[in-house]
């Protein structure tokens, strides 16, 4: 049982570069989330999708794009990046009815040239 | 908006001796959660506290919630070593889960 997959791991994008960040999990879970981390900021949530096929905007969310592919599957876009984007990104889910906690991935650790 | 506010920040522990982390929260909330993190990793989930007065223990570390004070507590008993990381409170409103800043202890012989 893999959880919450990110990739890339790692990343360097020039400013302006384009890329989508991918997500997926396995454990049947309804919703899904995209944090960023910056140093002595905890985690921001930048967007988030409740169920498939909704998504809407949290804390942080200019600059972004997001897609709910299907249950599964939930991936961030930037379009044209900017060096303010340089963090660690991270993918959560959850399955609310169980009343616990979020599942994390690994990370995706972006820096912006 | 829902804020979250973690005190201290930065927590330098001497090995053996009792310390305490605070999570103050700004909205009604019913369920805290409480992360690990080491450096360059993910977060792991230490503890849920689901209804006012929840405690849980997990060895050194005692978590609990007073949802009429909106306060959740970490405490450390008897730190070692392998207890310095990054600790995170958060709570959720709405489908979504808001963090504290983070607590980043370190442990001292």
């Known amino acids: 049982n893999a959880g919450v997959t990110q990739t890339p791991k790692f990343q360097v994008l020039k400013t302006g570069q384009s890329m989508t960040l991918q997500c997926a999990q396995d454990?049947?879970?309804?919703?899904m989330y995209w944090y960023r981390q910056d140093p002595g900021m905890g985690l921001r949530l930048i967007y988030y999708?409740?169920?498939?096929?909704?998504?809407d905007k949290g804390e942080v969310p200019n600059g972004y794009n997001v897609s709910r592919l299907n249950k599964r599957e939930f991936s961030l876009r930037l379009e044209s990046a900017a060096p303010s984007q340089t963090s660690v990104y991270f993918c959560a889910s959850r399955k609310e009815e169980d009343g616990y906690g979020y599942t994390f991935g690994s990370g995706t650790r972006l820096t912006v040239v | 908006e829902l804020k979250v506010e973690q005190n201290p920040l930065f927590l330098s522990m001497q090995e053996g001796k009792n310390y305490t982390i605070y999570c103050n929260y700004s909205t009604t909330s019913d369920r805290l959660y409480w992360y690990r993190q080491d450096p360059g990793k993910s977060l792991e989930s230490l503890f849920v506290?689901?209804?006012?007065?929840a405690v849980k223990q997990e060895g050194r570390l005692m978590a609990s919630l007073d949802t009429k004070a909106r306060l959740s507590t970490l405490h450390i008993t008897a730190a070692v070593h392998d207890l310095s990381a990054t600790y995170f409170c958060?709570?959720?409103?709405?489908?979504?889960?808001?963090f504290g800043a983070g607590t980043t202890v370190t442990v001292r012989a």
């Open positions: 454990m049947n879970h309804n919703s």
């Open positions: 958060a709570v959720i409103n709405d489908y979504k889960l808001s």
């Open positions: 506290l689901l209804s006012n007065g």
């Open positions: 999708s409740a169920s498939e096929g909704t998504t």
